[in-house]
């Protein structure tokens, strides 16, 4: 079949015809190429190369987009560079098949090259020194267009560009894009640049865009399709939103915080780092099902639309999530868009300073955001999921090749950088820090930097010894396990040491601040602990009354596993400071998998009796997520129904004898997620089938559609009836086909379960990846184990594809969603098996499948230990 493109020169920029009878045998490696000095995906060794001969790159891109999702993007690139010499050929990336590439120009000159090994080959006879130009026709790679039926967006972290384009895709190879695209006359386009101008034709329409700021191959991004349209002008700056939500509602309690949110980042950045915002434009577009929280691409960040547009039931933990999100995509633009990593070891950098100034932002850009409280709730138990693991990573990895720089990306980074940022900025001081991160930006500003070259510039701020410090925290995997040993005398405290180690058993030594809270009956005395040796004492101790009990990190700011004494479960609602209860739950928690001090009941019984105490509504939310999580996992199935008509019971009177509606709806949500018996699911059918929420609370669309599928996948009567309503109900064509999407996994009939499963081999059934994750949560929901547990070893044979076809994020996903239910031996078996079988297996993914793991293994030898 033939696809025909006129002929026409539209903008300076050649569009060409394109034909099946084009062979891709036309073109060949050149006399000078060695198919043994190209590699696969992009080498440190071959980045340096291009990084130390190469300067001043700019892309002229033009694609055509045409309506129908399927048919192929012609494009014509124009790639300009300065070239420093002509020793060797020159490797552009463009990682799709020979018959994508048409033609290439070099110079004015055609040249006969191919793609090989994702590389094409520009022979060096064909350069010269200085200025050079390569003109290409091709046919766009589909990987990372993220195409639907009426809209696509690119999404090119960490090394996707060349999916798309031929490029130099590394990230200190930054440049800048003159984009034109040809769209459908009602589309809508977001890019880099402003917009210059538009063409219409009787068929199509033309979008010229300005020259972007100098960015990174990752950054480059458009978005088009049927959107929506909103502006504002905030704090003298217009913004420019695209987005597909159709509830009005949402729209009307949404927009304004959403502009007024990234106008105070805006704001605060450029306060804190004394360099105004540093791009031409400042727009995004919100993406329905994103596959992240959102991608800081410079003058058009992309969203996930379920978590900026809320709903009058939003939680305020919803609402701090989006502002954290806001302000995290927006300090991107200064750490990591203005000074970008050097290599993608680094890109946690990117990651820990969005997030830690996203949590400073948060703190006066939303009311009663109680900033230490979120930043422990948030950071530490995401943290620790991953560094208690045997696959756990330290912050900064060895990274060999691009192709694997998605497996960099993880908790490690986004959730431990910043606690260990936080310790940084406590042992510097806070002045001092401010001053290091403002002189980095200036000194690196539009260009590329290293971590040894951050710490080299904050280590001359202070005495500390940086580089010792960090050794462990930054270059190492893994937490302590603090210990402590209270002496008194004639009821007033003799000494109180403390002690730490790897959890490991290694005799390292995190340095770092944390306090420790002497609890009394009538009151709480905090003290300060330096943790700088592998035991310490706490001179301020001396001479103090015996407390009750000593409770671990009461500011919620060290790292570690700390110790939990028995009275700490019957007294912990008695702590006034909201931090110090957060931490007890997360220190109790931590304890119980360790198999140290506290049982999985003995835990779960103690959260019971707070359902209706915690006044937090963070701290609500913490604890009733370890609760369900010790209800499904670390308890056995009798012990599990035995209990379950207790718990819904005091589920529901802890549901009426709340007064606040968020916190109704939060225990709703967990009355919902443990219901066993008929009368719990009876009461939830009843709720969903009126739309009659629990009096006081209020629940939405999204969560109607919640309950439909709670009731489907525990096999209540006439499932499918209940779920077709319940898309009827739904106007928003999105969140139609997502749920169409999910009502195989959820079907009652186990072949139909398995024809979904076995789809998922096909990438093309994934590319939905929050979707696809969705409904492998359902489909090994703990009620379905028994006959999904047949899935694990084909899931864990799918995994190097997955990494493979698969956004970043989605590796781990994929096993987390396939895992996170299991605690028997033969679910364990499997995954040892696995690993036993494949010795020279990826070790970034097995390390992935160890982290997503370790909470079957815990849940085995606990269950084990219980009986």
Not at 152 to 166: E, I, M, S
Not at 252 to 271: C, N, V
Not at 781 to 791: D, I
Request: aromatic share 10%; net charge neutral; proline share 4%.
């Amino acid at each position: 079949m033939k696809h025909k493109y006129i002929k026409t020169l539209r903008n300076g920029l050649l569009l060409f015809t394109v034909t099946a009878s084009i062979s891709c045998s036309s073109f060949k490696m050149g006399p000078e190429t060695k198919a043994g000095d190209v590699e696969t995906g992009v080498s440190k060794k071959l980045a340096e190369h291009r990084r130390a001969v190469l300067q001043n790159l700019s892309y002229n891109l033009h694609l055509t987009i045409p309506a129908q999702k399927q048919a192929p993007i012609a494009a014509t690139e124009k790639i300009s560079f300065v070239l420093k010499n002509t020793a060797d050929d020159l490797q552009l990336d463009f990682k799709e098949k020979a018959d994508h590439l048409k033609s290439v120009k070099v110079n004015g000159k055609p040249v006969l090259v191919s793609i090989t090994k994702e590389h094409i080959v520009l022979p060096a006879k064909a350069l010269k020194t200085g200025q050079n130009q390569v003109e290409i026709a091709f046919i766009a790679g589909d990987l990372s267009l993220n195409r639907n039926e009426d809209y696509l967006y690119t999404l090119l972290v960490p090394d996707r560009a060349r999916t798309v384009f031929p490029c130099f895709d590394q990230p200190d190879l930054k440049a800048t894009f003159e984009l034109t695209l040809t769209l459908p006359k009602n589309w809508k386009a977001l890019a880099n640049g402003a917009l210059l101008d538009s063409t219409v034709t009787a068929n199509d329409k033309t979008y010229r865009f300005q020259k972007s700021d100098t960015i990174s191959t990752y950054l480059f991004s458009f978005a088009v399709g049927k959107f929506q349209h909103v502006s504002q002008a905030v704090k003298g700056r217009t913004m420019h939103f695209l987005h597909r939500e159709t509830d009005q509602k949402k729209l009307k309690l949404s927009l304004e915080p959403i502009f007024q949110i990234h106008g105070d980042a805006l704001a605060f950045m450029e306060d804190y780092t004394q360099i105004k915002y540093p791009f031409q434009k400042f727009d995004f577009v919100a993406i329905p099902d994103f596959q992240y929280g959102g991608m800081e691409h410079v003058g058009a960040i992309q969203y996930k639309a379920s978590t900026l547009f809320l709903d009058e039931g939003a939680t305020q933990d919803q609402k701090i999530s989006r502002s954290s999100l806001l302000a995290h995509e927006t300090a991107h633009m200064w750490f990591g868009d203005l000074v970008t990593m050097e290599w993608f070891n680094d890109v946690w950098m990117k990651e820990v300073f969005a997030n830690f100034m996203a949590d400073k932002i948060t703190q006066v850009a939303v009311a009663n955001a109680n900033y230490d409280l979120k930043f422990l709730t948030d950071h530490f138990p995401a943290a620790y999921g991953i560094d208690r693991t045997a696959g756990a990573n330290p912050i900064r990895q060895n990274l060999d090749n691009l192709q694997d720089a998605g497996s960099m990306y993880g908790n490690i980074i986004y959730h431990k950088a910043p606690i260990m940022m936080r310790q940084l900025e406590r042992l510097m001081g806070e002045e001092l820090f401010k001053q290091g991160l403002r002189q980095y930006l200036k000194t690196y500003a539009n260009g590329n930097a290293t971590w040894p070259e951050l710490i080299q510039i904050l280590d001359a701020l202070t005495p500390q010894d940086l580089q010792a410090w960090n050794q462990v925290w930054v270059n190492e995997p893994g937490r302590p396990v603090f210990d402590y040993n209270l002496k008194t005398a004639n009821g007033a405290i003799t000494e109180l040491r403390i002690s730490q180690k790897g959890e490991d058993g290694s005799a390292r030594v995190w340095p770092q601040f944390f306090e420790v809270a002497l609890v009394y009956p009538n009151r709480v005395e905090q003290l300060t602990v330096n943790a700088n040796q592998a035991q310490v004492t706490v001179p301020a101790a001396v001479g103090k009354a015996g407390p009750l009990f000593v409770l671990f990190n009461s500011t919620g700011q060290g790292y570690g596993v700390f110790p939990v004494d028995a009275k700490l479960l019957s007294s912990m609602y008695s702590l006034k400071s909201p931090v110090e209860r957060a931490s007890a739950y997360i220190n109790l928690y931590e304890n119980m998998l360790n198999g140290r001090s506290v049982t999985p009941r003995q835990l779960l019984d103690a959260y019971r009796k707070g359902l209706a105490q915690e006044p937090e509504e963070l701290n609500l939310k913490l604890m009733t997520g370890q609760l369900s999580d010790i209800y499904w996992r670390f308890l056995s199935s009798a012990e599990r129904n035995k209990l379950a008509p207790e718990l819904e019971k005091e589920l529901v009177q802890a549901v009426q004898k709340q007064a606040k509606p968020n916190f109704k709806k939060l225990l709703f949500k967990t009355y919902q997620s443990i219901a066993l018996t008929k009368e719990a699911q009876q009461q939830l059918y009843q709720i969903w089938k009126e739309e009659q929420a629990p009096e006081g609370a209020k629940l939405t669309e999204d969560d109607y559609t919640s309950l439909a599928l709670a009731l489907a996948v525990r096999d209540y009567p006439n499932s499918a009836e209940i779920l077709q309503q319940q898309m009827s109900r739904i106007p928003n064509p999105d969140r139609k086909q997502r749920m169409q999407f999910l009502l195989p996994a959820l079907s009652g009939d186990v072949k139909v379960r398995d024809a979904f499963f076995a789809s998922l081999k096909n990438p093309e059934n994934r590319e939905k990846e929050s979707w696809v994750l969705s409904a492998l949560g359902y489909l090994h929901h703990p009620l379905r184990t028994a006959t999904s547990e047949k899935y694990l070893a084909e899931s864990l044979n799918l995994l190097t594809e997955i990494q493979q076809t698969g956004d970043i994020f989605f590796p781990y996903g994929w096993l987390s969603a396939t895992f996170g239910s299991y605690g028997t031996t033969s679910a364990a078996n499997t995954v040892r098996s696995f690993l036993a079988q494949n010795p020279e297996y990826n070790p970034k993914l097995k390390a992935k499948i160890q982290q997503a793991a370790d909470g079957l293994f815990r849940a085995e030898k606990l269950l084990k230990e219980s009986k």
